[in-house]
Nanobody, 118 residues
Framework: QGQLVESGGGLVEPGGSLRLSCTAS????????MGWYRQAPGKQRELIAT???????NYTDSVKGRFTISRDNAKNTMYLQMNNVKPDDSAIYYC????????????WGPGTQVTVSS
């Protein structure tokens, strides 16, 4: 199935910006929909953004207008541009396919930690 590797996380102040990257296999990037997920301490993993192969994107309300998902199919890479971050954005961020059955996925990368703190 290949590996999913997230990177780009770190410590950022509220209102700041961060860009996350996700590298995946060529097969994964043949998927119709890819997605970014996050899991905060004590909370369930949530799907926050999806992107279709053609670039059409959807976002959960909590990140809409602040985050931008994009993908470079030639590089098998997906990005999450995070702007105007808030403390509630602190979480481990993961990438994966964005299918409707994602709650049953068993393959996950290591994730990348994002901590928003002043």
């Amino acid at each position: 199935q290949g590996q999913l590797v997230e990177s780009g996380g770190g410590l950022v102040e509220p209102g700041g910006s961060l860009r996350l990257s996700c590298t995946a296999s060529e097969n994964d990037f043949r998927a119709y929909v890819m997605g970014w997920y996050r899991q905060a301490p004590g909370k369930q993993r949530e799907l926050i953004a999806t992107i279709r192969v053609g670039g059409a994107a959807n976002y959960t309300d909590s990140v809409k207008g602040r985050f931008t998902i994009s993908r470079d199919n030639a590089k098998n890479t997906m990005y999450l541009q995070m702007n105007n971050v808030k403390p509630d954005d602190s979480a481990i961020y993961y990438c994966n396919l964005g299918g409707a059955s994602w709650r049953h996925y068993t393959r996950w990368g290591p994730g990348t930690q994002v901590t928003v703190s002043s």
